[in-house]
Structure formats: structure tokens, C-alpha cells
């Protein structure tokens, strides 16, 4: 069974906050330099790359195909 979700256009337009934006990307340069997180925040991490990726979903599919 295929079900079709009409989500609004509004939908293309969301992203993460500035301020959470810049906080994960703080997270994933320290990680990326090789300095390790805290247990809380690579749950903090995991938890903002989930939510930037259902974001990114949302908005592909809000997206007008071309």
C-alpha cells in the first residue's frame, strides 16, 4: 500500500535555528578535530543531525517537482 502525504510549501522554507545550527556545527567541528564529546553531548549531537535531516526530508518533499 503507497500513501501519499500533500505537504505545504510552507515546508521548503524551515531549517534549523541559527542558534541550534551553529551549536551542532560547534559539536561536529569538535568531534571532526578529534577532541571527544561528552556522553550528553553526542546525544545532544545525534539528536540535532536527526532533526537537520528530518528537516531536509520535510523540505524535498515540499519542494514543487521541476
Known amino acids: ?6 505537504l ?6 524551515f531549517r534549523l ?3 541550534v545550527a551553529s551549536r551542532l556545527q560547534t559539536l ?3 568531534q571532526d578535530s578529534g577532541k571527544s564529546l561528552s556522553a550528553p553531548e553526542q546525544r545532544e549531537a ?3 543531525v536527526e532533526l537537520a535531516e528530518a528537516l ?3 523540505k524535498l518533499r515540499a ?3 521541476r
Do not use: F, Y
Not at 505545504?8 to 522554507?13: D, G, I, Q, T, V
Open 1 to 6: 500500500m503507497t500513501v501519499t502525504l500533500d
Open 8 to 13: 505545504p510549501e510552507e515546508l521548503a522554507r
Open 17 to 19: 535555528p541559527e542558534g
Open 28 to 30: 561536529l567541528d569538535r
Open 46 to 48: 545525534e539528536g540535532l
Open 56 to 58: 531536509s526530508l520535510l
Open 63 to 65: 519542494t514543487p517537482a
